[in-house]
């Protein structure tokens, strides 16, 4: 009823453009990433990444990420109802050797996860690793709470042995907490209160009739597992993370360079062969002599 009378007391553009769900989407439809099929639908894009930055176990049916967060929360700022009960575990593995440690022990756990590497800027983290398990939707924060204590427990006995290692529990995505703290003021233990007061509800319900649920994958490829697990590597290499060598036989991506500051290499082999008008650094070897006259005469060229 209270969205019925604020519509009614809206202008026709008004009205027309808080229920304009094309808007937002013109550019993407425009470049042919988003399409309105002769169902009057926009079905969603279910490919595989081959490319992808994580390796999944045991993926959650009930989410939808690739709805909820790539289209209604990206061009609509909802955020949606699934979100708001979606609650996950994080662990930060210090290097790529932690990585992999990381993902032996989520395929023995029976818990929705993932881990790899963090390419997102905005986190803090970028060249970092991570590590996140899915609480079920229907948990709640004390069901959160109690599946935490368990992976906290499995961490600190497998990476805790000097100091206690922190796992973090948090509400829903880092890009999401974000844009409420900075456009609305107010972090994710408000996101109900501005839920309500928002109807975001109500326009994802709008939103549903129109977007069809891309197809779930439950698993990838071995191509892609592989071609990932390479590029965890790779990753650790262009960040600095020596731990790759490990995983390499200690052969490294790149031969060590050659370095003089210290060197035991002789000025004379290493003469100057470049001329300008400026004076040669070089001629220190030899200015004795030819201030002396024995080094011949000195000629200054005229450009």
Request: charged share 25%; with cysteine; net charge negative.
């Amino acid at each position: 009823m209270e969205i019925q009378q604020k519509m009614e007391s809206m202008n026709r553009y008004q009205r027309l453009s808080a229920s304009n769900i094309l808007a937002p989407i013109m550019q993407r439809i425009k470049a042919g990433a988003f399409e309105i099929s002769p169902d009057h639908k926009i079905h969603l894009d279910g490919s595989i990444l081959p490319e992808r930055p994580w390796l999944t176990h045991m993926v959650d049916l009930e989410r939808k990420c690739g709805k909820w967060h790539e289209v209604y929360f990206r061009y609509y700022s909802i955020i949606p109802e699934g979100c708001r009960n979606c609650w996950k575990i994080v662990f930060k593995p210090e290097t790529v050797t932690e990585l992999f440690q990381l993902r032996d022990l989520q395929r023995t756990m029976d818990i929705s996860s993932k881990c790899g590497i963090e390419t997102r800027g905005f986190t803090g983290n970028r060249g970092g690793y991570a590590g996140f398990w899915y609480v079920p939707l229907n948990a709640g924060l004390k069901g959160a709470r109690e599946m935490h204590a368990f992976v906290d427990a499995k961490i600190q006995a497998r990476f805790g042995r000097e100091s206690k290692r922190v796992v973090r529990l948090k509400r829903g995505c880092t890009e999401m907490e974000n844009y409420t703290l900075k456009m609305l003021n107010v972090g994710s233990n408000k996101w109900d209160e501005i839920a309500i007061r928002m109807n975001m509800n109500e326009k994802e319900q709008l939103l549903d009739t129109i977007f069809v649920d891309p197809i779930v994958i439950e698993s990838v490829p071995t191509m892609c597992e592989i071609n990932t697990e390479q590029l965890f590597i790779d990753f650790a290499f262009e960040y600095g993370d020596l731990s790759y060598l490990e995983h390499t036989g200690g052969i490294p991506h790149m031969p060590p360079l050659v370095f003089y500051e210290d060197s035991n290499h002789k000025h004379q082999d290493f003469k100057s062969t470049w001329r300008n008008n400026g004076p040669n650094i070089d001629r220190l070897d030899n200015a004795e002599d030819e201030l002396l006259g024995t080094g011949g005469p000195i000629i200054q060229a005229i450009p």
